[in-house]
């Protein structure tokens, strides 16, 4: 079983549309992270949340941690070819190891 | 070089080679992870040292051993591997290895295809 699923698992939008993708567990985290990965690199965090309820924005993008700290979301508003890439959550249940989750796979045309 | 760094970026070995891949980082961090990333599958952690000794060990085949020498070298050794640990390996380094704001900066990895 997957510590942490993401939804969806690929996504292609039009330049210039909105999307949410989703990171869910059954697990409570410390703390949770967002990366994204674009193709031939290595994923480079975006944010990291702490608090249950907590809601951290990045320009175009916004990310809340669920109240009960067991699910994650990313929105991201306007979006543009730039986005493209793979979207990673990741979260650390006891604050030590950080699990990754499924990944989403979004790739934005112009 | 600044980040992390791996070498090489791309490898392709039989199941009988021994090759090793190597990772250093310019940051000044004191822990350094192995990752192995598959289609398909999530991010799977292998090893972590944390000033120079190994904390974490994820049940990996001792197929794939590591080694880090030092605190901005660390590589991992493969011998007789089968065709499914081809797939990405990434590289990161953190300041530390535990806390909730752990940043981990990564590496571009290295694409290992085993024939």
């Known amino acids: 079983t997957q510590l942490l699923e993401q939804s969806p698992q690929f996504l292609s939008i039009q330049e210039g549309e909105n999307l949410t993708v989703y990171c869910n567990s059954s697990s409570v985290f410390s703390s949770l992270q967002w990366y994204r990965q674009e193709p031939g690199e290595g994923p480079v965090l975006l944010v990291t949340?702490?608090?249950?309820?907590e809601v951290k924005k990045l320009k175009r993008l916004t990310f809340q941690f669920g109240d009960a700290r067991k699910d994650s979301s990313l929105h991201i508003t306007a979006a543009q070819p730039g986005d493209t890439g793979l979207y990673l959550c990741a979260g650390a249940p006891t604050g030590n190891q950080f699990y990754f989750g499924t990944g989403t796979s979004l790739t934005v045309i112009p | 070089e600044t980040g992390v760094t791996q070498t090489p970026r791309h490898l392709v070995m039989g199941m009988t080679n021994k090759k090793s891949l190597k990772c250093e980082q310019h940051?000044?961090?004191?822990?350094m992870y192995w990752y192995k990333q598959s289609a398909k599958k999530p991010l799977e952690l292998m090893f972590v040292y944390s000033l120079e000794e190994r904390v974490e060990n994820n049940s990996v085949p001792s197929r794939f051993s590591p080694e880090c020498p030092n605190s901005s070298h660390l590589f991992l050794h493969l011998h007789t591997l089968q065709p499914e640990d081809s797939a990405l390996y990434l590289c990161?380094?953190?300041?530390?290895?535990?806390?909730?704001?752990?940043?981990?900066?990564f590496g571009p990895g290295t694409r290992l295809t085993v024939l």
């Open positions: 990161a380094s953190s300041q530390g290895w535990r806390g909730a704001y752990n940043e981990q900066f």
């Open positions: 940051l000044g961090h004191n822990a």
């Open positions: 949340v702490v608090t249950g309820g």
